[in-house]
């Protein structure tokens, strides 16, 4: 019996990565499928079953008829099945959900999917009734899976390659191994993609059932809870009942999601094994640091401008009214930070009472920026921003005192330097990346000022954004077919970065 299960779990490790991911997310298929069969709801139940097992009948077609090739098994072939997965996955997983949503064409299935697996929750379906419950289960589940992938790769495919954030402290070249740990496990990256899976795994399913606990227990129905407890660790903003203003647990639940969402800003909250060389604790973490100083900083701005407005038009706002209207400023901010996007309740009180409208393009700069490195969260990340600001506070002391001397520790010198450079490379592509799909999206029909918008929320992944960037909400659903595509490729490129995919573009990918 031992003997035939350690041939199984060697003949899963032998299995090819992209089959395996294929065979996870088919069998993810019947979770809906049970929910929606309790609901009664057989034909949801039926689509999502029949799914599932064709896919599970498919991957195991396909490894019997490759069992006796080895995988690839450099950490550069990881990263193409990474990129295959964003873009070729979807088509599965837009199957069940085309077939029970029956009056959406395929395409605007795969592109919800693209949406749901990169993190980015944009909603196709602005109407949350249109959705079923097992529906609403669904996108959720596959947000929520996708981050844990993001998750688990960035320890263990982008840090070994020195992509993903990493390149601002590592030694190595991006694209390239470094030396050490990771240098020593190129010959069996397979491993150490195993050990960082049954590391994190466990975290992130279990903070995922903490927060759900703590929502029910403030009062929030069952699916909304679930989805918004796997949305807040996915930072993908998805919600089965239009946003926090349809939630049920008010300031409470916003609360809970408040604290969780600050395990996007920084992955020491979670994991040390991919620490910042010099910074082993949160509160020596510089990107935790200057994301709470954003964070603080940004909202007290905008408070600022809603008493400007309240006092412009004359009116008088009480203590309760302020205090709300800080926490609406706080949680809103954090949340567009880390990517997430969800909209406080009392961020239209604060719009409301002060007359003014909506900052969209403060909510497009804090997407932008972004959240940690090695978290869910999307943007242009934290650490690059921090490596920035270093570099432009030394450069401004040189001028000052053209002789001085770097006081900085080891870890701060190499990002005031190399890692500087590389942040402000990476900086002009993402913006280079920005305009090209600016350009190919207004020359499909979109507004110039929608363009920006649909442009910045894909390739930070802050879905969100579409709705809350423009006075009147981008409808996704009448974008073009072309639109829609380039929507998808947006999403997958800010999904896994510029620089990670032209490191793909590389020979050592063929030689491997």
């Known amino acids: 019996m031992a003997h035939a299960r350690k041939k199984q779990v060697s003949l899963i490790r032998r299995l090819p990565l992209f089959l395996l991911l294929w065979g996870i997310f088919a069998a993810a298929m019947w979770m809906p499928a049970i929910f929606a069969l309790v609901l009664d709801d057989h034909e949801t139940s039926r689509s999502f079953f029949y799914s599932g097992l064709l896919g599970l009948f498919v991957v195991g077609i396909i490894s019997l008829a490759t069992s006796n090739r080895m995988p690839r098994r450099g950490t550069l072939g990881q990263l193409a099945v990474l990129l295959g997965c964003f873009t070729v996955l979807p088509l599965f997983l837009a199957i069940p959900l085309h077939d029970a949503l029956g009056n959406t064409s395929f395409l605007n299935a795969y592109f919800d999917m693209v949406s749901a697996l990169t993190t980015t929750g944009a909603d196709l379906f602005p109407d949350p009734d249109r959705l079923s419950a097992p529906l609403h289960l669904w996108r959720a589940q596959v947000g929520w899976m996708g981050g844990l992938l993001m998750w688990i790769s960035a320890a263990a495919i982008l840090a070994p390659l020195s992509l993903g954030g990493f390149e601002v402290t590592a030694r190595g070249q991006p694209g390239r191994p470094v030396s050490g740990v990771a240098q020593s496990e190129m010959v069996d990256p397979r491993g150490r993609l195993i050990r960082v899976t049954l590391t994190l795994t466990p975290v992130y399913v279990g903070l995922t059932a903490v927060i759900w606990l703590l929502l029910v227990i403030a009062g929030e129905q069952g699916l909304t809870a679930i989805c918004h407890a796997m949305s807040t660790m996915a930072t993908s903003g998805i919600s089965p009942v239009g946003g926090l203003e349809g939630a049920q647990a008010g300031v409470t639940g916003e609360a809970i999601l408040f604290l969780f969402l600050f395990f996007a800003l920084s992955r020491l909250t979670f994991s040390s094994d991919t620490a910042t060389s010099g910074y082993s604790r949160l509160d020596k973490d510089p990107e ?225």
């Not at 900052?359 to 978290?375: F, R, S």
């Not at 910045?456 to 072309?482: F, M, Q």
């Open 288 to 512: 935790f640091r200057i994301g709470l100083m954003i964070v603080a900083g940004v909202a007290a701005l905008l408070f600022f401008r809603v008493l400007a407005g309240v006092s412009e038009i004359g009116g008088q706002m009480e203590p309760l009214q302020a205090l709300s209207v800080i926490w609406g400023m706080i949680f809103t901010v954090l949340s567009f930070l880390t990517t997430a996007g969800f909209e406080s309740a009392n961020w239209d009180d604060a719009q409301q009472i002060s007359g003014l409208g909506t900052p969209g393009l403060i909510l497009m700069g804090l997407a932008l920026i972004g959240g940690g490195v090695a978290t869910t969260a999307g943007g242009v990340k934290l650490l690059r921003v921090f490596a920035l600001y270093l570099n432009g506070a030394r450069e401004i002391d040189r001028l000052i005192y053209p002789s001085s001397v770097s006081g900085v520790g080891g870890g701060n010198r190499r990002i005031q330097s190399d890692g500087a450079f590389i942040a402000w490379i990476f900086f002009m592509m993402f913006a280079l990346t920005a305009a090209v799909f600016n350009v190919l999206l207004a020359a499909m029909g979109t507004g110039f000022e929608h363009a920006m918008v649909l442009s910045v929320a894909a390739l930070s992944t802050t879905g969100p954004l579409i709705e809350l960037a423009t006075d009147v909400p981008i409808r996704l659903i009448d974008l073009s077919g072309g639109a829609k595509l380039t929507m998808c490729a947006a999403m997958v490129i800010g999904r896994l970065e510029t620089l990670a995919i032209i490191a793909l573009i590389t020979p050592a990918l063929l030689r491997g």
